[in-house]
């Protein structure tokens, strides 16, 4: 009996559509399911703890070997809505920005828009468990994944961070995307792949199974995520890997 492949993903709304169509598939017999913040996933694909993991692109330079194995991933082509920079003064004002201990990737985006798009020199603050209880006068944050759709109420400015690299690019951005670093078999990685595109066509049970009322998932699902990495994803995540190596 072949040991079963370790296979990692965060437990975001924005993953659950690609996590449903895996646990509905005959896939799900051959892995074993890890759940962690996109942060850690990068530490754990290094050190071989898991073998492949939906991972923070920003993370793909530091691990050798790392390719990407799926034709899905978490992407945007305009307003992604979850990754943005939450403030209660316009652009020009902020002066401190704290950063989402959780994501590499959206934090590398901030960082890159805020010197070269916005032309912003701000300082920088490592975000603790409550930072968004800080996020006031001309202190901005980082907020991602489910707790920015919780906040985008709350606040008078939300920048979105993958309609301003639209913006400043041209460009669709990859934030996610199955990465491993070693060769898997070419038949698993086929079967991975159909039970990605297989959860798409179930939203409507993705959505019945994560009643949320702070935005509308459908919208979200539909408009928002795009989950295909076609070629214009893919030239847009070699620009932002590009621009942080």
Do not use: C
């Not at 400015?157 to 460009?171: I, N, P, R």
């Amino acid at each position: 009996m072949n040991p079963k492949i370790k296979v990692a993903a965060v437990s975001y709304l924005n993953t659950k559509p690609l996590l449903y169509g895996i646990a509905h598939s005959d896939v799900a017999n051959d892995i074993e399911i890890v759940v962690d913040y996109p942060a850690k996933l990068a530490e754990q694909l290094k050190v071989g703890s898991i073998d492949m993991a939906l991972l923070p692109v920003a993370a793909m330079p530091g691990i050798p070997g790392a390719r990407i194995v799926s034709d899905y991933g978490i992407a945007a082509d305009g307003n992604v809505v979850s990754v943005a920079i939450f403030s209660q003064v316009p652009m020009e004002e902020i002066e401190t920005v704290y950063l989402d201990y959780q994501s590499r990737t959206s934090v590398r985006l901030a960082q890159l828009l805020l010197e070269n798009y916005w032309k912003k020199q701000v300082t920088y603050k490592p975000a603790s468990e409550h930072y968004i209880d800080y996020i006031n006068g001309k202190s901005a944050g980082v907020i991602i994944g489910d707790r920015a759709l919780k906040q985008l109420t709350s606040f008078e400015y939300v920048y979105d961070l993958s309609a301003a690299w639209k913006a400043h690019t041209g460009l669709d951005f990859v934030f996610a995307a199955w990465v491993a670093n070693k060769e898997l078999p070419a038949d698993f990685t086929q079967r991975f792949n159909a039970a990605n595109a297989e959860g798409l066509k179930h939203l409507e049970a993705v959505i019945a199974e994560n009643p949320f009322p702070y935005y509308d998932l459908h919208t979200y699902y539909t408009d928002n995520i795009r989950f295909y990495l076609d070629d214009a994803k893919k030239q847009g995540l070699a620009r932002f890997l590009d621009e942080i190596r």
